[in-house]
C-alpha cells in the first residue's frame, strides 16, 4: 500500500472507515467470486494504546467463520478481495480477549469514565496506523455517541460533526459493558473504571441495565475497600436489593467495611430472618457499633451519627492532636475535621478544627485552641433540627452526647445533606464542571 515517501512508519496516520460502512461489504475470493458479507468485526482486548482489529466474520454457506485481517486485501474497498485462495471453513468460536464490535459494543451502553456517563455506541471508527516495523494494521480509534440529527438537522447542518450528523470521540476515555467473562477479565481487574468516584460508580448503577449493573459490579467486586464505599454511595433500596442476592458471609464481608451508620442502615434493610445471621458473621468491632446504632431512631441524630470520631484527653497538646490525626487511618476522612477534648468520665470539654491546630504551636495545651462551649446536641434531636443547627453555625461536624455530656456520636455534613435532600435526588442529572468536555488527564 503506497505511503507518503520519507514520513517515519510510527507517525503516519491512516485512513478510516466506519464500522456502520464495513458492515454488510461483500466478501470476494482471489479470483473475485462472492464468498458473502462481512457480519462483524474482531478486535483484540486490552489494546496497546487502541484495540487491534484481528479480522472479519463472515458468513459462508450458512456459517459464520473467521477472515484474518492479513487476508482482506484493501481493508476499505468497495468489496473486500481476498490476497489468499486458502479460507479456514472451520466454524468461527470467539476466544478470550476477543471482542465483536457490532454483537457487543454497536449500539450498546459504554461508561464515558470522564464524564461518569452510560452512553450509547452509535457507530465506531476504525483507523489504518503504521506499527515500527513498517506494517500496517486497524485499530478501533472512535465512537460516535451522537443521536442521529432529525430532518431539520440533516437540512441544516446542524448536526455537527461529519455531514451525517457522527461526532467520533477517542476509545481511549470509554470503558466498554460487553458481558462476555473472557473478554472483561483481560481489561485487567477494575479496567479504567477505577479512575471513578464511589459516588460516581453508584450513579452508573443506578441508571444501569441489570445486565449492566451486574458488569460494573463485578470489576469493582475484585477490590473490596471500593464495594464497600460504592454500597455507601448507593441509594438504600438499590444496596437491599443488591446484598439480597449474596450469601451471608458475602454481605458480612461488604457490611465489615462499610462506616458503621451505613452498614446499620443496610442491616435494618434486610429481611428479619437474615439480620441475626448477618450480625453474627461481623467483626466484634463493627458489630458493637452497628448493633448500637440501630437502636437508634433513624429520623433522629442517633440514627443519622458515626461512632467513629477523634477525641484526646483534654490535657493533651496541640502537637499530640496533629500526631493522632496523622495515625487515624481507619477514620472517615469527614469525621477528622475535627478534634474532641474530653475529659477522664469521656465528657465533652471542647472542640477544635484541624486547620487550628495546624496554625497553633505544637506545645499549645489543646483546651487553648478548643472551644469550651462547643454546638452539641442529644441523640434524639430531630434531622431537621441538625440540619438548621449545623447551618446557623456554620458546622461541619457536630459531636452527639447524652446527659453527661459524654460523646456518643458525631454528625458530618454530608450525612446531613444525603438526609434532608429531596428522595429523588439521585435520580437528577449531575452537575458537570466547565472543563468536563476536555476529558480527564492522561
Not at 467486586?221 to 441509594?235: I, S, T, Y
Request: glycine fraction near 8%.
Amino acid at each position: 500500500m503506497a505511503t507518503a515517501p520519507g514520513t517515519p512508519a510510527a507517525t503516519r496516520r491512516g485512513r478510516t472507515i466506519h464500522l456502520s460502512d464495513l458492515l454488510k461489504r461483500p466478501i470476494t475470493d482471489s479470483r473475485g467470486e462472492s464468498l458473502g458479507r462481512v457480519e462483524d468485526v474482531v478486535v483484540s482486548l486490552p489494546g496497546n494504546p487502541l484495540p487491534v482489529v484481528k479480522g472479519l466474520v463472515t458468513k459462508v454457506g450458512g456459517r459464520e467463520v473467521f477472515v484474518p485481517v492479513e487476508q482482506t486485501g484493501v481493508f476499505d474497498g468497495e468489496e473486500l478481495k481476498l490476497t489468499s485462495p486458502k479460507l479456514d471453513l472451520r466454524r468461527f468460536e470467539r476466544r478470550d480477549g476477543e471482542v465483536l464490535l457490532r454483537r457487543d459494543v454497536l449500539g450498546h451502553r459504554l461508561i464515558d469514565v470522564p464524564s461518569a456517563h452510560l452512553i450509547r455506541a452509535n457507530d465506531l471508527e476504525l483507523r489504518q496506523q503504521w506499527i515500527p516495523d513498517g506494517r500496517e494494521e486497524w485499530v478501533l480509534a472512535g465512537v460516535d455517541t451522537r443521536r442521529r440529527p432529525g430532518l431539520l438537522g440533516r437540512l441544516t447542518g446542524r448536526g455537527g460533526g461529519d455531514q451525517d450528523g457522527q461526532v467520533f470521540r477517542d476509545w481511549s476515555r470509554f470503558e466498554p459493558l460487553i458481558g462476555h467473562a473472557g473478554s472483561a477479565g483481560l481489561r485487567g481487574p477494575l479496567a479504567r473504571i477505577r479512575r471513578l468516584k464511589p459516588a460516581q460508580i453508584a450513579d452508573l448503577l443506578e441508571d444501569a441495565s441489570r445486565d449492566e449493573e451486574s458488569e460494573i459490579l463485578g470489576h469493582v467486586h475484585v477490590d473490596p475497600e471500593l464495594e464497600a464505599d460504592v454500597f455507601e454511595e448507593l441509594d438504600e433500596d438499590q444496596a437491599t436489593r443488591l446484598l439480597a442476592g449474596r450469601s451471608d458471609a458475602e454481605i458480612a464481608d461488604v457490611l465489615a467495611r462499610m462506616r458503621a451508620d451505613d452498614a446499620a442502615d443496610a442491616v435494618a434493610e434486610l429481611p428479619q430472618p437474615r439480620r441475626r445471621a448477618v450480625l453474627d458473621l461481623l467483626p466484634p468491632g463493627q458489630r458493637t457499633k452497628v448493633l448500637t446504632l440501630m437502636g437508634f431512631n433513624p429520623t433522629s441524630a442517633g440514627g443519622l451519627m458515626g461512632v467513629d470520631f477523634l477525641m484526646l484527653p483534654q490535657e493533651a497538646t496541640a502537637g499530640d492532636a496533629l500526631s493522632e490525626l496523622s495515625r487515624a487511618q481507619s477514620l472517615q476522612p469527614e469525621a477528622l475535621t475535627s478534634v474532641h477534648a474530653v475529659d477522664a468520665d469521656r465528657r465533652l470539654s471542647g472542640v477544635t478544627t484541624v486547620v487550628r491546630l495546624v496554625q497553633s504551636d505544637p506545645a499549645t495545651p489543646l483546651l487553648d485552641v478548643c472551644d469550651r462551649d462547643p454546638v452539641r446536641i442529644g441523640a434524639d434531636t430531630d434531622v431537621v433540627d441538625v440540619a438548621v443547627l449545623m447551618s446557623d453555625y456554620n458546622l461541619i461536624t457536630v459531636p452527639v452526647v447524652d446527659e453527661d455530656r459524654r460523646m456518643i456520636g458525631l454528625i458530618t455534613v454530608d450525612d446531613v445533606l444525603e438526609a434532608t435532600l429531596p428522595d429523588d435526588w439521585r435520580r437528577r442529572e449531575t452537575a458537570q464542571p466547565p472543563d468536563a468536555h476536555r476529558g480527564a488527564p492522561k
